[in-house]
């Protein structure tokens, strides 16, 4: 089923007021004592705010679109197969340890898809209030105010942001791909990382990492002309981890090439 601009434009705006309701959750829980834990290592952390979130955002969802899949981090989605129908992806607290370490570099994000096509995003910087959102059929914006692509420059003109962990380890060619940009930087989380390609103020960005922390950000990518694909120039797989590539059109084709040779 297609939506209509319309249709799009009010999901958007039903979205942004859960957004914002769960920003204040999320400040009121910073005001008190977190409770944190670990996963996978030590280093995977997760809080009763990733899940206190996770939860809230997909009680909402599941009001709202009953019908539709969820693909969230912290085991309150399902467990999604394919990409048919409505497909909602949700990163309650994406750069956990930046949230718990005070760092202001954390986001919400929540990205939807319609039979595999993008069609809206959101990424919540909780400390600034801004959100970005928006999609192909709308547009994007900060808050209120539209957003246009940024300048095509390329890896050698730009900031190239990069997964710290793999750039210290030499691995996926981040070594040459930081040694053959201006300069390189690590903000230690997907969406804020996103945010600055979206704005122009860096040219790209690669991490290995799974579909919640992509979807918002490459629908309002691929919205201004940005390039998405994994670091061999093919499309993400919206259900498995992906090294994700996202860059101007110029720096895309630089990354692509270092990394082939
Ligand atoms: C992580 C952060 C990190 C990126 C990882 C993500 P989380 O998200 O965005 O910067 O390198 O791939 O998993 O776990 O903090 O939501
Ligand atoms: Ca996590
Ligand atoms: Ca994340
Ligand atoms: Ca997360």
Redesign the pocket.
Known sequence: MTLSQFEIQEIDQTVLLWLDEARKQTLAAMAQQLDVGTKSNPRDLVTNVDQANEAFLNAKIRAFDPEAHIVS?EGFGDHQLDMQGNVWFV?PI??TMNFVKEQTDFAI?IGFYVGSQPVLGWILDVVNNVVYHGGPEIGVYANQLRISAPKNEPLAEGLVLLSGARLLYGMFGYDEIAKAALGFRIIG???PSFIRVILGQAVGYSSK??P??FAAGQVLAKTLGLSVSDIDGQPLDMLSSNIVLVATNRAHRDILTLHQS
């Open positions: 981090e990163d994406d750069g994000m989380a997907a969406g990492m799974m919640w922390d």
